[in-house]
């Protein structure tokens, strides 16, 4: 592995954004196309949060083997699943050892934005568009209903959708749904992910190594 070096010395480094599914790949993507701008950002699919840690090291890897003359900074965009404790599986520090130890130095860093609970979780920040896209009575929508957002996950959004004669699927079906987000709304009053944007942005342009 000591031939994965990163000598693409006069470039900014990839940001390397490992979404744990479609859906989250999806939003991130929204993100990326307009919070981002400016920045060298590629997104990629974990496919699920099952063996978490080999799937990230694994993405990595393949990566840096194919774009020997990139320099890398990995962010794993993945969900919580409860309100409180670790993500189920993830261990960041055994991330960055198996990097590491396999010696990829054109890995500079590995940071992690956790959604509580899930990317759905998120959504429900804005309950306007949610609305709108459900063609709810105006006189009919709770301003302060879904608050706060942590509380209520997917099956909430499904449930939701299902009372307005609606289908909430996760996967490529809900692109459109994401597309019509309002970010900006979202971002203001996410800490978590703003926090990540963030994160990113103060990365973006810096070529120093923080594992070797």
Sequence with gaps: ?????????????ISLLLAEGVTDELFWQQV??????????ITRDLKGNFNINKKVVAKAVGYCEKHLDERVRIYCCIDRESREGKAPGFELKTIVREICERNIKSVLS?????????????FFWDMETIYKCLNVRRSQRKKNAYRPPERYTYHDMIKLFRNNGKAYNKGKRCGYFIQQLNLDRIIENCRELREGIEKIKSQANDTTNHLF
């Design 1 to 13: 592995m000591a031939k994965v070096q990163g000598k693409g010395h006069n470039r900014e480094p």
């Design 32 to 41: 990326k196309d307009s919070s981002l701008k400016g920045c060298r950002i």
């Design 110 to 122: 590995i940071d992690a934005i956790i959604a509580t609970q899930q990317i759905e979780s998120w």
